[in-house]
């Protein structure tokens, strides 16, 4: 099947843990994104990679890592974990002309500190 | 800036009566608007998208929206709802980038039966 795999779909781990979120899309785009949805259901974007080099950066804790070791895979490291990333976690890819066809998400990883 | 508001964080509808969901946008130049759905524990599935083109955009599932520039709103409409459209639902406007999308703080639709 065409699509944007997410890996883990749950994640429940401590505070101060370091965890890893992977993210693989097949469809040929050229663009991956993480967005964070809080518990309000609120979406921010967090990262952007065009061929595996870093285009947006958001406002977000130097804990988070994201890696692109090719085009079709943008993973996501987290470390020393707080209560404060429990969240659910889209992964999201595109062609570069992303106003034009649109985004396609992955189902969301739900990480879950405690 | 780009922004966008949904002007409602909970709409009931019974089943079989018409939906519609309200979003305004504010953007310095000629937006790309979209709206997205997400069914409870899924991820966001994109239902239609305007980008300058016909200014009434016909989705899935039905749906549509109207851009409508002089009231900067892009509101989602249905004529007939149904159980399988409860879910949250996200107006998007594209950012000051082609890449970043900018989202609503979403609407919850409950269907009554």
């Known amino acids: 099947d065409t699509a944007v795999s997410q890996t883990p779909k749950y994640l429940v781990t401590q505070m101060g843990n370091d965890k890893s979120i992977k993210c693989e899309q097949n469809l040929g785009h050229d663009t991956m994104y993480w967005y964070k949805q809080d518990s309000k259901k609120f979406l921010k974007i967090m990262f952007s990679?065009?061929?595996?080099?870093?285009?947006i950066n958001e406002t977000v804790p130097n804990r988070f890592s994201p890696k692109s070791p090719d085009k079709a895979h943008l993973n996501l490291h987290i470390n020393s974990l707080e209560l404060g990333d429990s969240a659910v976690y889209f992964c999201?890819?595109?062609?570069?002309?992303?106003?034009?066809?649109?985004?396609?998400f992955g189902s969301g990883t739900r990480l879950t500190v405690v | 800036a780009q922004s966008v508001t949904q002007l409602d964080s909970h709409v009931s509808v019974s089943e079989g009566t018409p939906v519609l969901l309200r979003c305004n946008y504010s953007s310095s130049y000629s937006p790309s608007l979209f709206w997205y759905v997400q069914h409870p524990n899924k991820g966001l599935q994109l239902l239609l998208k305007?980008?300058?083109?016909?200014?009434l955009v016909k989705g899935i599932n039905g749906f549509e929206a109207e851009f409508k520039k002089s009231e900067t709103s892009f509101h989602l409409t249905k004529p007939s709802a149904h159980m399988s459209d409860a879910a949250e639902y996200f107006c998007v406007v594209s950012g000051s980038g082609t890449y970043k999308y900018i989202f609503g703080t979403g609407t919850r639709l409950k269907v009554l039966a």
């Open positions: 999201a890819s595109s062609h570069r002309q992303a106003v034009v066809h649109g985004y396609t």
């Open positions: 990679y065009n061929n595996k080099e870093l285009i």
């Open positions: 305007y980008t300058s083109a016909a200014t």
